[in-house]
């Protein structure tokens, strides 16, 4: 089983890393100042970041790191696939997988994927592009939900990750503990 971590121990050099909490904890927040962090090395992946209409959320989208963004669940999408009150379309995460997941060996320093969440494991190619990312050479850092079964839990259950959980309090140091941590381990990444 993965270990856990509130980070008021220690980070250890692993490479695939796994942020946890609940909604609103800042698990984004943390993911996009590693980001910044890292600006200078190659990274790939995603964010995913609430679509609000009149102060109320209505959906999600996810965004690459390289730009492109598509909508991936929303309150109007009449969806097969329904997530809470979101109809979801996760066939529309297949070009960003493709853009931001399978890139040649090689090309990339880190990856960030912002989330592995019910949502996203819809998506038959997500899942397989994660259990790649796992495994592969590259650095993983990635938020994960808090709680459930099927893929979540198979990830979290992983014994080469870490999984730690973001908090108010902790949430401000983490960028800069993960960044020192995935910098280091991207170093010793093949390629």
């Given at each position: ?45 995603f964010?995913?970041l ?5 102060g ?32 979801v ?12 997941m ?41 938020s ?29 140091e ?9 910098r280091g ?7």
């Amino acid at each position: 089983m993965g270990s856990q971590s509130s980070v008021t121990g220690s980070l250890t050099r692993v490479k695939n890393l796994l942020l946890t909490g609940p909604p609103g904890c800042g698990k984004t927040t943390v993911l996009e100042r590693v980001a910044e962090q890292l600006g200078d090395l190659r990274l790939a992946g995603f964010l995913t970041l609430e679509l609000r209409e009149h102060g109320q959320r209505v959906g999600f989208e996810a965004v690459g790191l390289g730009g492109r963004r598509v909508i991936l669940a929303h309150v109007r999408f009449r969806s097969l696939v329904s997530v809470g009150r979101y109809g979801v379309e996760p066939e529309r995460l297949v070009p960003l997988i493709e853009e931001e997941m399978a890139r040649p060996p090689g090309t990339v320093d880190a990856h960030l994927i912002d989330e592995i969440g019910k949502m996203e494991c819809h998506c038959p190619q997500f899942i397989e592009a994660i259990r790649r990312l796992l495994e592969g050479p590259v650095p993983l850092l990635a938020s994960i939900a808090l709680r459930g079964g099927g893929f979540i839990a198979e990830v979290r259950n992983r014994r080469d990750v870490q999984v730690v959980e973001v908090t108010h309090a902790n949430r401000d140091e983490l960028p800069a503990r993960i960044g020192e941590c995935l910098r280091g381990s991207a170093q010793y990444s093949p390629g």
